[in-house]
């Protein structure tokens, strides 16, 4: 079993950046593969990106590609998000998520087993 707990969110004007982290408990951090995910108020949960075990792959939802990068350091635990080029339309509260499915790359959140209490990213026009 893995804990997660996200950290970095806050308030940022538009084309601006903000780097989420999400901390991961637990000794086999790298047999899981992690993901982010985010919901607007009033909206459904949405992919955003994940990531392999290693970190050697990735995968993005077009609405973030090129401007959002995941990463991993399986020794520090930990999973972030760096995000640029920020757009209001990117607020919405983050977080991240955890699996252990043969197949690492996964965008339904009901596939995830794990899930962080999510940080709130808010962009200003």
């Known amino acids: 079993q893995v804990q997660l707990v996200e950290s970095g969110g806050g308030l940022v004007q538009a084309g601006g950046s903000l780097r989420l982290s999400c901390a991961a408990s637990?000794?086999?951090?790298?047999?899981?593969?992690m993901g982010w995910f985010r919901q607007a108020p009033g909206k459904e949960r949405k992919f955003v990106a994940a990531?392999?075990?290693?970190?050697?792959?990735?995968y993005y939802a077009d609405s973030v590609k090129g401007r959002f990068t995941i990463s991993r350091d399986n020794a520090k635990n930990m999973v972030y998000l760096q995000m640029n080029s920020l757009k209001p339309e990117d607020t919405a509260v983050y977080s991240c998520?955890?699996?252990?499915?043969?197949?690492?790359?996964?965008?339904?959140?009901?596939?995830?087993?794990?899930w962080g209490q999510g940080t709130q990213v808010t962009v200003s026009s």
């Open positions: 990531i392999s075990w290693s970190g050697g792959s990735t």
């Open positions: 637990g000794r086999t951090f790298s047999s899981y593969a």
């Open positions: 998520a955890a699996h252990q499915r043969r197949n690492w790359r996964l965008s339904e959140w009901s596939q995830y087993e794990y």
